[in-house]
């Protein structure tokens, strides 16, 4: 069976369509191959890379780019099928291995952060590397964050664990950023989830991953610290799997209108202008 890693540009963003199998087998291969980045871009990530032209060129960066959010899961599979149509026509009658490869192009799996991150904690243990939590804001979050992990995967090193420096966006450079830095190269971890929030977490990694050495895996995690910690709980399965964790968040948090919005309607319509 033959698999192709595809890459697909979304609103001008790439997002590498593979498997949730295939991207294990990449984060395996990163362990022993230099530095490297996961990004998690999904449908908010996009609207907002369509305004801030280096957050864009950030996302791009990512040695790996994994396809999280329902919406942009069908703007992928709907740019694999579209590519797929137009190369089925092409063919000449009797390539019946150039159609087979084609179709197995068309498998695009949405991975969510939180999920992928639980994922590369149980290659962690399975491989013998360390782990290092850095985010949420919050000492009781990453704590608890990091309890958890302990009691899901017994074996797994968690070298250390930092609520992290107050940045904005704009200016990573604070005076906790050093400090930080120093206590990650202090622990020495294989793999760095960071939980800073979208946009800084990335910026933040593209503009540091470079001063931690040890890092084989630096990878953007967004509000997973919290969700694992149990101090934000998620959408019930039905509703992820059916595109509609969206509505879950707004009942539970209202204050989160104006992000929803970008990620569903907004999105939408960016979409549909794209293409036209």
């Known amino acids: 069976m033959i698999f192709i890693m595809e890459v697909k540009k979304i609103l001008d963003v790439r997002i590498d369509d593979v498997s949730i199998t295939e991207a294990l087998e990449k984060a395996r291969s990163f362990l022993v191959s230099g530095q490297n980045k996961i990004f998690t871009p999904n449908p908010e990530m996009l609207v907002k890379a369509q305004k801030d032209e280096y957050f864009k060129k950030v996302l791009n960066s990512g040695d790996l780019n994994l396809c999280d959010g329902f919406g942009l899961w069908l703007a992928v599979r709907c740019a694999s099928s579209c590519h797929s149509e137009r190369s089925e026509e092409s063919l000449k009658v009797g390539e019946k291995g150039s159609f087979a490869t084609l179709r197995m192009t068309k498998k695009t799996e949405r991975i969510t952060g939180i999920d992928f991150m639980l994922e590369l904690c149980a290659l962690a243990e399975k491989e013998n590397r360390s782990i290092y939590l850095l ?3 919050s000492d009781e979050i990453t704590k608890q964050c990091a309890e958890v992990l302990n009691k899901k995967f017994v074996h797994l090193k968690i070298a250390g664990y ?3 420096p107050m940045i904005e966006e704009n200016s990573m450079l604070t005076a906790e950023n ?5 206590k990650i190269n202090t622990a020495n971890p294989d793999i760095l989830f960071v939980a800073f929030g ?3 977490q990335e910026k933040w990694i593209y503009e540091n991953l470079a001063k931690m050495p040890s890092v084989r895996i630096a990878m953007g995690v967004g509000g997973s610290f919290d969700y694992i910690a149990g101090a934000v709980p998620r959408a019930p399965l039905f509703l992820r799997k059916i595109g509609l964790e969206w509505m879950y968040r707004l009942a539970r948090q209202p204050k989160r209108a104006g992000r929803i919005f970008n ?3 907004k999105f939408v319509y960016l979409i549909l202008c794209h293409r036209s």
Do not use: E, N, P, Q
């Open 135 to 137: 985010g949420s804001g």
């Open 162 to 164: 930092d609520r992290g």
């Open 178 to 182: 050093g400090s930080t830095i120093d």
């Open 198 to 200: 979208m946009g800084k």
């Open 263 to 265: 990620a569903t309607f």
